[in-house]
């Protein structure tokens, strides 16, 4: 399965449009005053910029390395047209194909310059351990990339309205042998990925669900302890919303009332599934059209982005493009003229879309 197999198999998306409300704060006690003005932050279940204000993401998913044009060009300008006040960077420490343009951190470099200049906060996040099961790679593959000393140069060069998104969908819960073996694993885990990033850095440190990103209940169960365990108090838990068969509901009201920093890092309107070992693009209707499957749960993320909206909860769309089920494809061809019907909605829907949600960042 290649890498765009992977992500679409995976429903794994560069949500984009992200929005920022901003509201006054007060400062966070557990940040030094030099942290605190020089990076984003999370107290209680919102995150902040560092003059207090509340930041709601309202974003899109980029496919940024998938789409191999880049870096010679890529799709940011049509995407800012959107209102989206956040974007989320698909990245590879090792594509792995040969035949794909080069790119370097530089180039990373560059694009984070013009998200600050289009005032869109860039989550940039690691796409080479995609849904893999061993969650310890984390440490042993990816950490010593994100504390290396040219990458940590363009990290604090761009640190003060920057979220990295540690691995993309990284581990199992719900799926493995032993659950609560996998979910001590999982924690210990990410501790020490925590302490190792905390030696350099202290941005907001963003955290996928196990399970594809799916298990939200994760957090529920350690989240306080990962906050507690985390010097900067600093971290996003992410969730991906593709709840065809699993109800993560109940779990999202728990993790609310547990004032949990709760973001959902991949939103979208189609769900694949994985039948006798080959991906079925497109599987099952997330939007409610009835054209393929319909969950078992009756899910929709139209009715989801509605309680997001009233919950003051961030979100990213996957994707902006490409992506091998191109009804989840935010535009045809990545102009903001050629949006798809799903991309309407997203950028035009009057309740919760983009342009009426999303308030862009003064950097």
């Not at 279940?45 to 560092?50: A, G, I, K, N, P």
Request: some cysteine; charged content about 20%; hydrophobic content about 35%.
């Amino acid at each position: 399965m290649n890498r765009r197999e992977l992500l679409a198999w995976a429903g794994i998306g560069c949500l984009a449009n992200l929005s920022l409300s901003f509201v006054a704060a007060g400062q966070p006690s557990n940040l030094k005053k030099s942290d605190r003005t020089s990076t984003l932050y999370t107290k209680g279940r919102y995150l902040y910029d560092s003059l207090g204000n509340k930041v709601i993401l309202r974003g899109i998913n980029l496919p940024l390395l998938d789409d191999w044009n880049f870096p010679q060009t890529d799709k940011l300008a049509e995407l800012e047209k959107t209102g989206a006040n956040a974007v989320r960077i698909q990245w590879y420490k090792d594509y792995g194909q040969s035949d794909r343009p080069a790119y370097t951190i530089a180039d990373l470099d560059n694009f984070l310059t013009r998200c600050k200049t289009s005032q869109i906060i860039p989550v940039l996040g690691l796409w080479d351990l995609t849904c893999n099961p061993d969650v310890n790679l984390l440490n042993t593959q990816l950490i010593p990339w994100w504390t290396s000393e040219p990458v940590l140069n363009v990290l604090k060069k761009h640190q003060k309205y920057l979220i990295i998104n540690l691995v993309n969908e990284l581990g199992v819960y719900r799926w493995a042998n032993n659950s609560t073996s996998a979910l001590n694993t999982f924690n210990n885990v990410y501790k020490t990925a925590i302490t190792k990033i905390r030696q350099h850095l202290h941005l907001p440190l963003m955290i996928d669900a196990p399970d594809c990103g799916q298990s939200i209940e994760v957090f529920t169960k350690i989240g306080k302890e990962l906050i507690d365990h985390d010097p900067d108090h600093n971290l996003l838990f992410s969730s991906h919303a593709y709840w065809a068969g699993h109800d993560g509901m109940a779990h999202l009201k728990t993790a609310i009332d547990a004032n949990l920093p709760i973001v959902f890092g991949e939103v979208a309107n189609k769900q694949d599934e994985e039948i006798n070992g080959k991906t079925q693009y497109c599987y099952y209707d997330l939007d409610g059209s009835n054209q393929n499957h319909a969950p078992e749960n009756g899910f929709t993320y139209q009715a989801f982005l509605r309680l997001l909206k009233e919950k003051e909860i961030g979100w990213l769309a996957w994707s902006w493009w490409k992506d091998n089920c191109t009804e989840r494809q935010m535009s045809q061809n990545g102009n903001f003229s050629s949006l798809t019907p799903y991309g309407n909605d997203i950028v035009n829907n009057s309740i919760y879309g983009l342009k009426v949600t999303a308030q862009r960042a003064k950097f």
